[in-house]
């Protein structure tokens, strides 16, 4: 069998200034970026990212970028799931020391893909804890645009 990806939702988000809260050689820079709001978007559903989430981040020393993200949505209908997602962003050597500084670069130099698992209260959206998800991600000074893939079998 072959894996078969299928896109599911988009989730855009708005994100706060990131808070440093520590940064070494060591370790890397330890920081927490608030989740402030955001759409999630999609031939099966529609709702908003409720206000509240953080993606608590770590910068190796290396550049890569460990996420991982918490954050709810309600959707339209008035159901509600919640969101842990973990995954790694990185870039291209050259632009290592800016990342660790805290800097941008043009965000499609960036390879950033998570694993989202999903915690549901309503039956109807069980399928949601049913199926492997992927994020592939893109992420600017002020929003984070996830594209969530459900993993199928051909």
Known sequence: M?????????I???VGAAVVVGQ???????QLIPILSGELAGER???TVLPGGVDSQIIRPDGV???SARYAVRLDDGTGFYVENNGIRT???EYVDIVKSGGFIDPELYYFCT???MEVYD???GWLTKQMFICCALRTPEQVFLDYYSVDQT
């Open 2 to 10: 072959q894996p078969v990806l299928k896109k599911v939702f988009t």
């Open 12 to 14: 855009s988000v708005q």
């Open 24 to 30: 070494d050689e060591r370790v890397g820079r330890r």
């Open 45 to 47: 559903m529609h709702g």
């Open 65 to 67: 970028c460990e996420v």
């Open 91 to 93: 870039v291209p050597e």
């Open 115 to 117: 694993r989202p698992v």
């Open 123 to 125: 039956e109807r959206l």
